[in-house]
């Protein structure tokens, strides 16, 4: 039997800021090609979590590691998208798509016409000589989205990139999301509040615990790919969902309570 090599190994994970334990004892592998979806009550560290991943926050004590090596630095091969888009208003769509291979000093008529390919994907083929504010919410996710995979990551690290989108957008981009990531599936970290959120995308979910974070518990989702809209109506969609707030419906109501005072 091959062994399968994890993609992201997380080892000892433990962060802190002064006095406070925002993560604690972290231990967890994902394998190449996994969606994996984190959620948990407000507070519980998600988002400082998936910063150390990308490299932008340290851990205080454990590691991260992929593909082998220790992630100590954000790197071009993990892309970062963001809750809000914060792409640049006086640049054209493919210019803000191309900003990563800008930056990272790799760009070239190539990438220029990969990155192009990629809007197509995203479904703005035609909207590149285009402007931000010529875009609609939505759109411009997808541009941020586009602008992460531009960078040809081996890791996609996203932090609740459809909050600020109203319900039906956001039902939209999910399905959206799921045909880009069928595509190429690359390795996905995404962040949400959503629980049926999580359980549409994923192949897992992790379910943090309140402050200090904690991994409490991991839930496989064994509903079939490729997952249509209608697939959240069904009694085993929604039994996933039921045992994800089972889990954690004590500790967001304490969150809420806390934040309340």
């Known amino acids: 039997m091959v062994e399968v090599v994890p993609k992201l190994v997380v080892d000892g994970l433990t962060k802190r800021f002064a006095s406070t334990e925002a993560l604690s004892r972290i231990d967890t592998e994902v394998k190449a090609g996994e969606f994996i979806s984190i959620v948990g009550p407000s507070g519980c560290g998600k988002t400082t979590f998936l910063r150390i991943v990308s490299g932008l926050e340290q851990a205080t004590t454990g ?3 992929l593909d082998g090596a220790a992630v100590t630095r954000p790197g071009s091969d993990r892309g970062f998208v963001f809750q809000q888009d914060n792409l640049l208003p006086w640049l054209t769509i493919m210019d803000n798509a191309m900003i990563g291979p800008e930056i990272g000093g790799f760009a070239s008529p190539e990438r220029r016409r990969a990155t192009q390919a990629l809007l197509k994907l995203v479904g703005l083929e035609g909207f590149e000589r285009h402007y931000p504010r010529q875009l609609s919410g939505g759109m411009r996710q997808r541009v941020n989205l586009a602008r992460a995979l531009a960078i040809d990551p081996e890791i996609l690290l996203m932090d609740e990139p459809f909050s600020a989108l109203d319900a039906q957008t956001r039902e939209i981009m ?4 799921l045909r880009i990531w069928e595509e190429g599936r690359k390795t996905v970290l995404f962040v949400t509040h959503q629980i049926d959120e999580a359980v549409f995308l994923s192949d897992r979910v992790f ?10 518990e991991i ?10 809209l209608s697939i959240k109506r ?4 929604i039994a996933l969902v039921d045992r994800i707030w089972t889990l954690i419906e004590h500790e ?8 309340l005072a």
């Open 219 to 228: 839930i496989d989702i064994d509903l079939p790919r490729p997952r249509p």
């Open 174 to 177: 999910q399905t959206e999301l």
């Open 234 to 237: 069904t009694p085993a969609f």
């Open 207 to 216: 379910v943090f615990a309140r402050r200090p974070g904690r991994l409490q």
């Open 252 to 259: 967001v109501r304490a969150s809420v309570m806390e934040e």
């Open 63 to 65: 590691e991260i590691r």
